[in-house]
């Protein structure tokens, strides 16, 4: 599956296992191919390399929120990523990599003290 179809498939696992966290849980799209103006005018709107695709505005375990980079394959994090990470972890965020919805899915549920299901 690509990385929007694991993306989807967590909104859809959160929608229908857990509603109450979509109003905490949203996607920040700074990803993707654009063409140069539609480029240019997110960047105008504050779209920034590096953000993670996912992020959950909710505090837990000592942590003000979380933030899932999905990446599919052998893909790895860019230099902005790793920076994004590392600053947002000085600043008291959770920052995770999930290759799978299912990883997601088992990031969210322990970060927020739930046992893990895939279901």
Request: aromatic content about 10%; hydrophobic content about 35%; overall charge negative.
């Amino acid at each position: 599956m690509s990385e929007h179809d694991e993306q989807c498939a967590l909104f859809e696992w959160a929608h229908y296992q857990h509603p109450d966290l979509l109003r905490w849980m949203f996607a920040i799209p700074n990803g993707g191919q654009r063409n140069k103006i539609v480029a240019a005018r997110l960047k105008q709107e504050g779209v920034k390399k590096g953000v993670p695709d996912i992020c959950l505005l909710i505090p837990s375990n000592g942590y003000h929120g979380l933030f899932i980079e999905m990446k599919v394959g052998h893909n790895k994090l860019t230099p902005e990523q790793k920076q994004f990470f590392h600053d947002a972890t000085k600043q008291g965020y959770c920052c995770k990599v999930a290759y799978s919805a299912d990883e997601a899915i088992d990031i969210i549920d322990k970060y927020l003290g739930h046992e893990v299901s895939n279901e």
